[in-house]
């Protein structure tokens, strides 16, 4: 997408970016290159990222654990952790568990309060700097760890985990709320668009259990979800729009200039391509409802973690139905990639836009809940309550809006965090710094015809 702002090679002189490694010296030359290009709007880089400005907002080079992820294949413990800044505390709770990971076997989940790690109690307080270092080390560049835990149930536990390689389940968990007066309320919680014949048969358990249970409403908890592959975003569009939509436009996929005018050498050494391949006739996806689940509205769980596919699913519904969004500001990766093989690594670096059938798209800055383009409500993302708990704020905010027809926030807004001794600033550095192992992702394998 920015290779209008790309230099001669002699002028770049990509030889002059060092590292420690082939991997450190690519991504040095690759968050060069992502800086080029300058969104007028903002004067700033399309691809600055004001949380944490050293890093690119969406390429990056892969060493192959990326792309293992996307096929269903992760390679660690199973959670990730998050400080619990809300309300004036300052304690580091888990903020998600995979089913059948090492942290979901050992009977984790989203809530517990860690309380020491590997012994030490003592760096468990935000404090961007060594305290964060020391836990991100010990999570996510660790073979082991002990965690000692207070449990939701108020237990002290502890346990040891190890490093091992699990299939991904994408749906955390789901559920059927029955709110009274017909209200039939169905619950999902997709944490990576994994690739679609890992995530398909996942969504279809859930969806069919929606179907049985007679769900007229469906909230999709995206909070922490930060994309993946594109055609699993489809299909989740394909589970939620109205059979009515089927065969319309979806959205389209826009190539650039030169990839428009067949020149794509990169591309060319991986794919077989051919003249108007990169045209956007040959790039539209249309809807096909996918399972019989009949609905008018649906509601998405948000944070700024929610990137890139998800949104993707978000904005293609847009048009199609009532779509409410409930949280804090979502990412803003109006992008996709198709993958680039460089010798043993992989170049993720976006090539395409999206616009969905009402020509929206380009929300580089976020979809903001509660805004004119976005209807919905903010509210915080309370991390000492599990998922599917009615009484968390953001889900109790929803559940309050399909009963009630108003949002009522039960605990603390988004905007309200400066007054509780938090700046927004730092919550989402925090939630940056603890995300290591969750690119913001919209990668298309195979070009749609």
């Known amino acids: 997408m920015w290779n209008t702002a790309i230099p001669s090679y002699n002028s770049f002189n990509p030889d002059s970016y060092a590292g420690s490694s082939d991997l450190a010296a690519l991504s040095n030359e690759l968050f060069a290159i992502s800086q080029l290009k300058i969104n007028p709007a903002t004067n700033q880089p399309y691809e600055y990222y004001t949380y944490d400005p050293q890093e690119a907002k969406y390429s990056f080079m892969d060493d192959g654990t990326t792309t293992a992820s996307l096929n269903g294949t992760n390679g660690d413990f199973g959670f990730e952790p998050i400080w619990n800044l809300y309300d004036g505390n300052n304690d580091i709770r888990i903020k998600y568990v995979y089913p059948g990971s090492p942290a979901g076997l050992a009977g984790l989940q989203r809530g517990d309060q860690i309380t020491a790690i590997n012994g030490s109690s003592?760096?468990?307080?935000?404090?961007?700097?060594?305290?964060?270092?020391?836990?991100?080390?010990?999570?996510?560049?660790?073979?082991?760890?002990?965690?000692?835990?207070?449990?939701?149930?108020?237990?002290?536990?502890?346990?040891?985990?190890?490093?091992?390689?699990?299939?991904?389940?994408?749906?955390?968990?789901?559920?059927?709320?029955?709110?009274?007066?017909?209200?039939?309320?169905?619950?999902?919680?997709?944490?990576?668009?994994?690739?679609l014949t890992n995530a398909q048969p996942k969504l279809d358990e859930a969806f069919n259990y929606f179907i049985t249970n007679g769900v007229n409403d469906l909230v999709v908890d995206l909070r922490y979800n930060g994309g993946g592959e594109g055609a699993t975003a489809e299909y989740m569009d394909d589970l939620i729009v109205p059979a009515a939509k089927t065969a319309t436009l979806m959205?389209?996929?826009?190539?650039?200039?030169?990839?428009?005018?067949?020149?794509?050498?990169?591309?060319?050494?991986?794919?077989?391509?051919?003249?108007?391949?990169?045209?956007?006739?040959?790039?539209?996806?249309?809807?096909?409802k996918a399972l019989t689940l009949a609905l008018t509205r649906v509601f998405f769980i948000v944070t700024g973690s929610t990137a890139s596919s998800s949104e993707l699913t978000i904005n293609n519904l847009?048009?199609?139905?009532?779509?409410?969004?409930?949280?804090?500001?979502?990412?803003?990766?109006?992008?996709?990639?198709?993958?680039?093989?460089?010798?043993?690594?992989?170049l993720y670096s976006p090539q395409l836009s999206v616009?969905?059938?009402?020509?929206?798209?380009?929300?580089?800055?976020?979809?903001?809940?509660?805004?004119?383009?976005?209807?919905?409500?903010?509210?915080?993302?309370?991390?000492?309550?599990?998922?599917?708990?009615?009484?968390?704020?953001?889900?109790?905010?929803?559940?309050?809006?399909?009963?009630?027809?108003?949002?009522?926030?039960?605990?603390?807004?988004?905007?309200?965090?400066?007054?509780?001794?938090?700046?927004?600033?730092?919550?989402?550095v925090m939630q940056q710094k603890t995300e290591l192992n969750k690119p913001k992702l919209m990668v298309f394998d195979r070009l749609k015809k």
């Open 122 to 195: 003592s760096n468990l307080t935000y404090d961007d700097g060594p305290n964060v270092n020391e836990v991100i080390q010990e999570v996510y560049y660790s073979k082991t760890i002990t965690l000692t835990v207070k449990t939701l149930t108020g237990t002290t536990e502890t346990v040891n985990l190890a490093v091992a390689d699990y299939t991904v389940d994408p749906v955390i968990t789901y559920k059927v709320f029955n709110e009274g007066d017909g209200h039939e309320v169905g619950y999902i919680v997709f944490n990576s668009f994994t690739a």
């Open 251 to 288: 959205y389209t996929q826009y190539f650039n200039a030169g990839l428009q005018a067949n020149q794509y050498p990169l591309l060319s050494k991986k794919y077989a391509l051919s003249a108007g391949e990169f045209l956007p006739a040959n790039n539209e996806v249309k809807f096909s």
């Open 318 to 346: 847009r048009p199609e139905m009532d779509v409410e969004l409930v949280g804090d500001t979502t990412y803003g990766k109006p992008v996709g990639e198709i993958p680039i093989p460089i010798n043993k690594y992989i």
């Open 355 to 428: 616009e969905n059938s009402a020509n929206q798209g380009d929300y580089y800055p976020g979809m903001a809940p509660g805004s004119a383009s976005y209807p919905g409500a903010l509210a915080a993302d309370d991390v000492t309550k599990d998922f599917g708990d009615s009484t968390e704020v953001s889900l109790a905010a929803a559940l309050s809006y399909i009963t009630t027809g108003s949002y009522a926030i039960t605990g603390p807004k988004i905007q309200s965090l400066a007054a509780k001794g938090t700046s927004l600033h730092t919550v989402r």
